[in-house]
């Protein structure tokens, strides 16, 4: 059959005609051919190493047998590594270069379900939970103070929790309001943050009666009573001349659980170490 042009583009008709309307014959572009011929191929390659036959195994296939293996070859080396910290002390799995990442990773996906909701993520601190990755401490920055504060908790319902009290000199009548306020800012004098000058002078004796035995005498805090350093710029419960006040006026009191009857011995070890290297562990 002699081809047939279509008047209006000058493209060859199929000869295929329904009620006038002709079929123009517009082969596909060559490229779009020639990747479909690819594919084609690479699929015949392809079926050859991963065949999609059920039961035909490929060049490249991983049985679950071996995949089975390679979990449990993890699990082994993972019990390995618990089985050495159990049996280490602190500073031995500290200084372990091997065991590093280990605790590292462990120690982070613990303390990412434990311990962020209250420490915030990674343990950078939000007011009145401490942070801890700065190298301030308040019940001791050792590996032993740490695993302790964690094993036991701090004004925990455990007995050997870590407990101490600053007295509320306010709500107990201990001191009056202008007593407590001078107090106070003799408290933001001792970090250099703005204060009455004169009402500091007062509050100093005020002060070394009623406060450097906890605080220490130019406030530099004491870790075995978990009294904050007022020397430094570093707030629990923050350093507004207010939130100083009504802090002397009726203290809170930081509650920390304590863990080690939820979490085990390994757990608890690993923790430790990683909370130390999370800042300035001493
Ligand atoms: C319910 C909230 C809460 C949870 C959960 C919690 N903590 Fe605490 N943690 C606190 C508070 C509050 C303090 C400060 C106690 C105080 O005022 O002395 C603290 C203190 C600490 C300290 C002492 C910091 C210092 O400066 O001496 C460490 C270490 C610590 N937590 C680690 C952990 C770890 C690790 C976990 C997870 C296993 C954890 N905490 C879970 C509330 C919490
Ligand atoms: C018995 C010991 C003790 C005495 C005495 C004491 N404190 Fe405290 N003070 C503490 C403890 C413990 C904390 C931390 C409370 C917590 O962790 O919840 C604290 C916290 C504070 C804070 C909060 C610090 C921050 O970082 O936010 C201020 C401010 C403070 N004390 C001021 C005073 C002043 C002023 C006096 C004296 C009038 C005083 N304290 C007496 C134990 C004491």
Same mark, same amino acid.
């Given at each position: 059959?002699?081809?047939?042009?279509?008047?209006?583009? *000058?493209?060859?008709?199929?000869?295929?005609?329904?009620?006038?309307?002709?079929?123009?014959?517009?082969?596909?572009?060559?490229?779009?051919?020639?990747?479909?011929?690819?594919? #084609?191929?690479?699929?015949?390659?392809?079926?050859?190493?991963?065949?999609?036959?059920?039961?035909?195994?490929?060049?490249?296939?991983?049985?679950?047998?071996?995949?089975?293996?390679?979990?449990?070859?993890?699990?082994?080396?993972?019990?390995?590594?618990?089985?050495?910290?159990?049996?280490?002390?602190?500073?031995?799995?500290?200084?372990?270069?091997?065991?590093?990442?280990?605790?590292?990773?462990?120690?982070?996906?613990?303390?990412?379900?434990?311990?962020?909701?209250? &420490?915030?993520?990674?343990?950078?601190?939000?007011?009145?939970?401490?942070?801890?990755?700065?190298?301030?401490?308040?019940? *001791?920055?050792?590996?032993?103070? #740490? &695993?302790?504060?964690?094993?036991? *908790?701090?004004?925990?319902?455990?007995?050997d929790t870590r407990w101490s009290e600053m007295i509320a000199f306010g709500r107990d009548d201990v001191l009056n309001h202008s007593e407590i306020e001078d107090v106070s800012h003799y408290v933001l004098s001792l970090s250099d943050t703005?204060?009455?000058?004169e009402a500091a002078l007062r509050g100093e004796v005020i002060y070394a009666e009623n406060c450097a035995t906890c605080h220490g005498d130019a406030g530099e805090g004491d870790d075995l009573l978990g009294a904050p350093a007022l020397n430094?710029?570093?707030?629990?419960? *923050?350093?507004?001349?207010?939130?100083?006040?009504?802090?002397?006026?009726?203290?809170?009191?930081?509650?920390?659980?304590?863990?080690?009857?939820?979490?085990?011995?390994?757990?608890?070890?690993?923790?430790?170490?990683?909370? &130390?290297?999370?800042?300035?562990?001493?």
């Amino acid at each position: 059959m002699a081809t047939e042009r279509d008047e209006l583009t *000058g493209a060859e008709t199929t000869g295929h005609e329904w009620d006038g309307l002709k079929e123009l014959n517009n082969p596909l572009p060559r490229w779009w051919l020639y990747i479909l011929y690819a594919s #084609i191929v690479a699929s015949v390659i392809y079926s050859f190493f991963v065949p999609p036959i059920p039961g035909v195994m490929g060049v490249f296939e991983t049985t679950r047998a071996v995949v089975r293996q390679d979990i449990e070859l993890a699990r082994d080396a993972q019990s390995a590594n618990l089985e050495r910290i159990r049996l280490a002390s602190l500073q031995e799995i500290r200084d372990d270069a091997s065991l590093r990442d280990f605790v590292y990773s462990g120690g982070s996906s613990v303390f990412a379900e434990n311990c962020a909701p209250c &420490h915030g993520p990674g343990g950078a601190g939000v007011p009145g939970y401490p942070a801890l990755v700065d190298d301030v401490w308040l019940w *001791g920055g050792t590996l032993g103070d #740490i &695993h302790d504060t964690i094993a036991y *908790g701090v004004r925990s319902d455990d007995p050997d929790t870590r407990w101490s009290e600053m007295i509320a000199f306010g709500r107990d009548d201990v001191l009056n309001h202008s007593e407590i306020e001078d107090v106070s800012h003799y408290v933001l004098s001792l970090s250099d943050t703005d204060n009455d000058r004169e009402a500091a002078l007062r509050g100093e004796v005020i002060y070394a009666e009623n406060c450097a035995t906890c605080h220490g005498d130019a406030g530099e805090g004491d870790d075995l009573l978990g009294a904050p350093a007022l020397n430094d710029h570093l707030w629990l419960y *923050g350093g507004t001349l207010d939130e100083v006040i009504s802090q002397v006026d009726n203290p809170k009191h930081g509650v920390m659980p304590a863990w080690h009857e939820r979490l085990d011995d390994t757990t608890i070890k690993m923790l430790s170490v990683y909370v &130390h290297t999370l800042g300035g562990g001493q």
